[in-house]
């Protein structure tokens, strides 16, 4: 981890050849901000590009504050927009969702279970509800059966 240095307004002379230890400290600062070290400006919640995924995050090492920052603003998102789950069904039976493949909002239906507590017995949601906007990544995997709606839970991804 890099150590944040504070450097003095009198210790960067205009026309002067910069000092080995400031010429460090200008190198190092930037890197000491981004991981939180001591002493370092905090980096404000505006200055951050909300459009790319920290590094931290794709190799596991996320700190909690990471992880509040994006559950955060995940917390925030409406139903229905990219990055958010549902419960979706497909709009016709006998049809097959395979986990990892993508499928048009316009093919599927918001979905739930209701369950039949002296039977013990799943059943479909009617096709009532409305179809999502945006395309849909299936997070699950269910076979074709006759008769039936295939549903499972779906990330949206545009």
């Known amino acids: 981890m890099a150590t944040w240095t504070d450097i003095t307004n009198a210790a960067l002379e ?10 460090i400290a200008l190198r190092d600062n930037p890197i ?10 905090k980096i404000q919640n505006a200055a951050m ?9 794709l190799t ?7 992880r509040d920052w ?6 925030l998102a409406n139903v229905g927009v990219v990055g958010t789950y549902a419960f979706l069904f497909t709009n016709n039976t006998n049809q097959a969702i395979d986990a990892g493949s993508t499928y048009a909002g316009s093919n599927l ?11 013990d017995d799943a059943t479909w949601t009617n096709p009532v509800s409305s179809s999502p906007a945006g395309t849909w990544r299936a997070m699950g995997e269910v076979q074709a059966t006759a008769d039936r709606l295939s549903e499972t839970l779906f990330l949206r991804i545009a």
Do not use: F, H, M, Q
């Open 70 to 75: 994006v559950l955060a603003r995940t917390a």
């Open 32 to 41: 000491a901000i981004t991981e939180g070290a001591s002493g370092a400006p």
């Open 49 to 57: 590009d909300n459009d790319t995924v920290d590094d931290r995050l």
């Open 109 to 119: 239906n918001y979905g739930g279970v209701n369950l039949d507590n002296t039977n």
């Open 14 to 23: 205009p026309g002067k050849p910069i000092r080995s230890v400031d010429g």
């Open 60 to 66: 596991g090492t996320a700190t909690s504050v990471g």
